[in-house]
């Protein structure tokens, strides 16, 4: 039985299934991405809701796992070489599932970066652009008077979803055929901006009609259903 008492996070929340990897999260669309990730792969994980509206994710224990702050964070008991690997980031944690099961990246070194590639965009656009709509339009940023700052967030994530859109013509996924890390990064952050942010006709989103439909498809998948809610609330 592994021993993860070294880790001073299963403090405050403790493993009942050691075994397991531990996901301490909470079910933002960064958060899904993890969740999702180990429904699709079918990895045997221990979710912990972490209640960022709370701070939860400033304790000293959530901090000594992750010094940013930030969920998603796993520990994973049987990592490199057999010995636990403790892990933030979400795309760090996309990518090292994929390795780990050899699924949803493909096998080839050019495919493989194809993915990378995809999957960075939307870490370094779609998430920061995306966030900060939701930031002006549903929480404090909407009393801010002055419209511009709202304004500069809109049109830069409808251009967004016009790169995402003309990617998707033609594709089911945003690597044609395949299904891969770089749509699961992606598919809770484009639910998000529409329905929880509710600024489906600030950005226009129905004039992206590929995108839509690679949406619909995503939230299709059992897994995706599942992921999206993960960990589950108290």
Known sequence: MPDLSIFPITRRW????????????LATPNGVKASIML????????PHRVDITQGESHTPEFLSLNPNGKIPAIIDPDGPGGRPLALFE??????????????????????????????????????????QV?????YAGKEIEDPRPRQRYVDESRRLLGVLDARLDGRDWLLGDDYTIADIATLGWVDNLINFYEARELVGYDDFAHVDAWLQRGLARPAVQRGLKVPAGE
């Open 134 to 138: 939701g930031f002006f339009h549903r």
């Open 14 to 25: 403790p493993a009942r299934h050691p075994e397991r990897i531990q996901l301490y999260s």
């Open 39 to 46: 429904e699709e792969t079918g990895l045997a994980y221990e």
């Open 90 to 131: 979400s795309g760090a944690i996309l990518l090292y599932l994929a390795d780990k099961t050899g699924r949803f990246i493909p096998a080839d070194p050019a495919g493989r970066w194809e993915a990378i590639q995809w999957l960075f965009f939307q870490m370094a656009s779609i998430g920061p652009m995306f966030g």
